[in-house]
């Protein structure tokens, strides 16, 4: 089992860049593929971005593509998110998500664990 907690959201203007983290409990972090997915008012959680156990296979969704990086630091046991160009529909909470599949996937119900979420404003 493992446990995730997010940081790093905050308020940025349109245009700025934020580095999401997410910190997960356990000896055994290389054995999670990871995932982003965030979450606005009113809105369904959507996929953000996804990496494979290596890190060596990323998925991103079409909304966030050139301008968000994932990645992560096995020896940290720790998962981030680079955002940038960040725009005011970028506005959600961000949720770091684990599950011990082999490669990365984009589908919400494969992962197990979540963590509590940060929130990230964008204003215009």
């Known amino acids: 089992q493992v446990q995730l907690v997010e940081s790093g959201g905050g308020l940025v203007q349109a245009g700025g860049s934020l580095r999401l983290s997410c910190a997960a409990s356990?000896?055994?972090?290389?054995?999670?593929?990871m995932g982003w997915f965030r979450q606005a008012p009113g809105k369904e959680r959507a996929f953000v971005a996804a990496?494979?156990?290596?890190?060596?296979?990323?998925l991103y969704a079409d909304s966030v593509k050139g301008r968000f990086i994932i990645s992560r630091d096995n020896a940290k046991n720790t998962v981030y998110l680079q955002m940038n160009s960040l725009k005011p529909e970028d506005t959600a909470v961000y949720y770091c998500?684990?599950?011990?599949?082999?490669?990365?996937?984009?589908?919400?119900?494969?992962?197990?664990?979540w963590g509590q979420g940060t929130q990230v404003t964008v204003s215009s």
């Open positions: 990496l494979s156990r290596s890190g060596s296979n990323t």
């Open positions: 998500a684990a599950d011990r599949g082999m490669v990365s996937t984009i589908a919400i119900r494969a992962y197990d664990y």
């Open positions: 356990g000896h055994t972090f290389s054995s999670y593929r």
